[in-house]
C-alpha cells in the first residue's frame, strides 16, 4: 500500500514523504509505537518508494519493483523476487534473534543492491535482540553504507539499548483513533454497525479490528456489562474477584484489558446520557436502553469518579502495577462507595 493507504499518524507519513523528495532518509530508523498502528506498513512503504519506478515520494504499487518488493514481504518463499529488501522478523520463533542474522545483515549491507537502487532492512520485534547481536550492529547504525538502509521495529522502545536508539531517528506512531477505524473497516466491507463495535473493542489496534472474532468479544462484553450493571445497581458483581484478582499476567493484556476498557465505556455512555448528548455518539448504542435505565441510578460525579477510577486502573495495567492490587482495590473502592 501507499502512504495515503495507511491509516493515521500522518506527522510519521509526512516526515517521510519529505526526505523522500529532498533524498534525505536517513540511514537509520526506529519505528515504536502499539500494535496494529501501521509500522510494518510505513516500513515496507519506504522501502518501495527508496525503489519505486515511477514516483519519488510514495509507492507506486504497479511498478515491477513495488509490485516484487510486496510479494517479497507478504510471502517468504517469494523473497528472492528483490533480495535487496529483507525482513527478519524475531518473534516468530520466540526466540532472541540470533548473532547470525546480524551478521548476514552486516555483510549484505555492504554490497551493492543486486537488482534495486538500494537496500532496505527491516527488523520487527527490534527490542528482543540478544545483547550480542545488538551489540553487533551498531557500527553499521552508526554509519550505513551509502543505498543501504535499516528500520528497526518495535512496540517496547524502552526495551532496545541506548547505544542503539542514539544511533536512529525515531518515529513515534500513535493508536488510531475510534473514527479513523471506522473509516477503514467500512471501506473494507463491513456494515457501520460492525466497524463501530470493532472499532470500539479493538482500543486502536487496526489489525486487532479486522480479525476480531466478533461473536467471541460481544460475549466478552456481555460478561463485562454484567459486572457493570452490578455494581451500578449496589449489588456484589458475583465472580469479578475470583475472575481477575488471581488471573495470571498472561491473560491481563487480553481479558481482563478487555473488561475494563467495556467498563471505561460504558462510564463514558452514562457520563453522555446525563449530559443530554446525543444517541448517535454513545459508544454503545445496542446497550442505549439499558443504559438510559440505569442512569438514574448514579449521580453525574460518580459517573466520573468510576471513569476516571477505571482510566486509572488502566494506566495501572499499562505501567505493570501488580493485578491482584489494582483488581482488588477497584473492587473494595465500589464496595464501600457503592454498597457492593
Not at 528483490?82 to 524475531?90: H, N, Y
Not at 454497525?193 to 470500539?200: I, V
Not at 465472580?239 to 484478582?245: C, K, M, N, P, V
Request: hydrophobic content about 40%; glycine content about 6%.
Amino acid at each position: 500500500m501507499a502512504f495515503k493507504d495507511i491509516a493515521g499518524n500522518s506527522r510519521a507519513k509526512k516526515i517521510l514523504k519529505i526526505a523522500l523528495q529532498r533524498n534525505r532518509v536517513p540511514g537509520s530508523l526506529l519505528l515504536s509505537g502499539p500494535p496494529g498502528v501501521g509500522k510494518l506498513e510505513t516500513a515496507e512503504t519506504l522501502a518501495k518508494a527508496l525503489n519505486c519506478l515511477t514516483l519519488k515520494d510514495d509507492s507506486c504499487e504497479t511498478c515491477r519493483s513495488c509490485r516484487a518488493i510486496h510479494d517479497g514481504m507478504t510471502d517468504p518463499e517469494k523473497q528472492g523476487k528483490c533480495p535487496d529488501v529483507m525482513l527478519i522478523s524475531l518473534a516468530e520463533n520466540k526466540k532472541k534473534v540470533a548473532i547470525d542474522q546480524i551478521r548476514l545483515l552486516k555483510q549484505m549491507a555492504y554490497l551493492k543492491p543486486m537488482s534495486a537502487r538500494a537496500r532496505v532492512f527491516i527488523i520487527k520485534d527490534a527490542d528482543i535482540m540478544s545483547p550480542e547481536a545488538a551489540n553487533s550492529i551498531l557500527k553499521v547504525l552508526e554509519e550505513p553504507p551509502p543505498r543501504s538502509y535499516i528500520i528497526l521495529i518495535t512496540e517496547n522502545p524502552f526495551l532496545i539499548l541506548p547505544t542503539i536508539r542514539s544511533r536512529c531517528r525515531s518515529l513515534e506512531f500513535s493508536s488510531l483513533g475510534r473514527e479513523e477505524i471506522e473509516n477503514v473497516l467500512v471501506e473494507r466491507g463491513f456494515t457501520p454497525a460492525e466497524a463501530k463495535f470493532r472499532a470500539l473493542v479493538a482500543d486502536g489496534d487496526l489489525e486487532t479490528a479486522v480479525g476480531l472474532d466478533e461473536g467471541e468479544a460481544r460475549s466478552e462484553r456481555d460478561i463485562a456489562w454484567g459486572y457493570f450493571d452490578a455494581l451500578l445497581g449496589g449489588r456484589p458483581a458475583e465472580g469479578f474477584l475470583s475472575e481477575f484478582a488471581f488471573m495470571p499476567r498472561s491473560r491481563v493484556e487480553t481479558d481482563f484489558k478487555r473488561t475494563m476498557t467495556a467498563f471505561a465505556s460504558f462510564c463514558r455512555d452514562l457520563i453522555l446520557i446525563k449530559s443530554g448528548g446525543e444517541s448517535r455518539l454513545l459508544l454503545n448504542p445496542d446497550r442505549e436502553d439499558a443504559l438510559r435505565n440505569a442512569a438514574d441510578l448514579w449521580s453525574f460525579e460518580e459517573s466520573l469518579d468510576c471513569l476516571a477510577r477505571t482510566d486509572a486502573l488502566l494506566k495501572g495495567l499499562s505501567d505493570n502495577m501488580n493485578l491482584n492490587l489494582l483488581a482488588g482495590g477497584f473492587y473494595s473502592t465500589f464496595g464501600e462507595t457503592r454498597h457492593v
